[in-house]
């Protein structure tokens, strides 16, 4: 069955009959980023009003692969499970050149994780959730209404909002832009994109199939079905499958958005026309960000304030990464806990993690889409050798997939804990009990103490689970024990193994600012 | 490590000629392709960055 798309109900806003009083935080865009950033709000005790030009989810697929990371940020949001129990799960890659195999990969090669490498589930459907969730949650969310105006004062922003029954007025100490790559707001604001564009042009295809490819991602370089180019394949739930097609930058958009373009297309990819077009785009690649995601009471998350090519999956990643990061901090301020300095440990934080999809996003396309001369001569030599040598494989690139960056944090740190659970990463799950450890780090500070006692006096919540071998593997190395300080967004703030109560509230502090 | 820029391919004049035998029969665009070819396949014997970071300086030094 295609997605039944049911339009959500638009209702008068009070501001249209009167002054309506000053918002705390007000988010421009349901899409899922802007749905995230409420619920994540909320759950920090901040409710914020949402307001969408729109009255239906994500028309077409669009984001489809979410990452181990996502699906934990979307689980302590309360869709998680549902997205996983919906979606299709994968973590091996495979990459061909022609018609052999060159490069394989597997993004979660051990166990004890809640969270699968990654899941394939459309948009909308994330979006319906996030939804519903939002609704549960108690956020104000307007439909049909859209933000013609940005008046940006020292504390406070005014939006003009047009909605079918006229415009009104709304103010809110602070807005969140989520409104997208082609964001109003950034145009409002006179901000401009900063980086790269590339010239070539991609057909995205979904279509609705019944086959039986495995739950895997598949890339082609210069496959004998598409000559010349480059295409991938991506399994979607119910019986849909996401092609992307490489068209170069000669070819003419308007007649390849044509079905009858597209179709036979299509037919020479799965061998046989027994499918239907479920929506399709042609596109263009773009690797730019803004310089800075905050602008006074304005603030930028998702592609408002960055944008990447789609091989990576670190568009829609990416954004929840900036949920992530600025729903613990924004609420504080909000709440007068912390000063609004805070926010600059936001910027810095996930500018950071930006650059880093950035240069994984353009290098890949650089690779996919090489330049005329030397570009493409040693992007094929590289193609020509991966078939006979294993040390030019690696150097294949469809796409580096989304990975949460490690911040670099000047933190308390000890050698002889493990790499992966440094300050600045995210603290890798493992079973806790009956549940996970995900679970039980919950939405504020708190002390992951292990084989150790706990110093007195920080005021801080203590888990101190006993010491399993996921648990010594992730977090103590050869060390007998160790106390991680882990930040509400689940980022390792620092770890001792020799912790003082003093040396872990400073870090408290300096865990605000992302220093 | 550094980079070596002392001689240190004993029989000089013979790896020349072997170099070009290795290119015989190629048109220009073939040769191009093998030398990148050959580019990777030294790169990745090498290995240690550093050395590879001077190599690429000393290659595009005056060009």
Known sequence: MPYDYKPFAYTPPPGLTGAEPRHKVAIVGAGPIGLAMAIELANHGVSAVVLDDNNVVSVGSRAICWSKRSLEILDRLGVGERSVTKGVTWKVGRTFHREAEVFNFDLLPEDGHKMPAFVNLQQYYVEEYLVERAQEVGTDLRWKNKVVAVDRHARHAVLTVQTPDGDYQLEADWVIACDGARSPIRAMLGLEFEGELFEERFLIADIRMQADFPSERLFWFEPSFHAGQSALLHKQPDAIYRIDLQLGWDSDPEQERLPERIIPRIQKVVGHGDFTLDWTSIYTFQCRRLRSFVHGPVLFAGDSAHVVSPFGARGGNGGLGDVDALGWRLAAVVKGERPASVLAGYDRERVFGTDENLLNSSRSTRFMSPGDGVERLFRDAVLHLASRADFARPMVNSGRLSKPCVYPLSAPDDVALPEGSRPGAVAPDAPLGQGWLTEALGRDFCLLVLGQEAPAGTGLRVLSPDVTDPLRQRYLGQAAAATYLIRPDQVVAARWVNPDAAGIRAAVEAAWEGL | ?63
């Open chain 2, 1 to 63: 490590m550094a980079l070596m820029t002392t001689p240190n391919i004993s029989d000089a004049d013979g790896f020349y000629a072997a170099l070009l035998a290795a290119h015989k029969g190629l048109s220009e665009a073939e040769s191009h392709a093998m030398n990148a070819r050959l580019v990777l396949v030294l790169a990745n014997h090498i290995g240690d960055a550093t050395v590879l970071q001077q190599a690429l300086a000393l290659a595009r030094e005056g060009a």
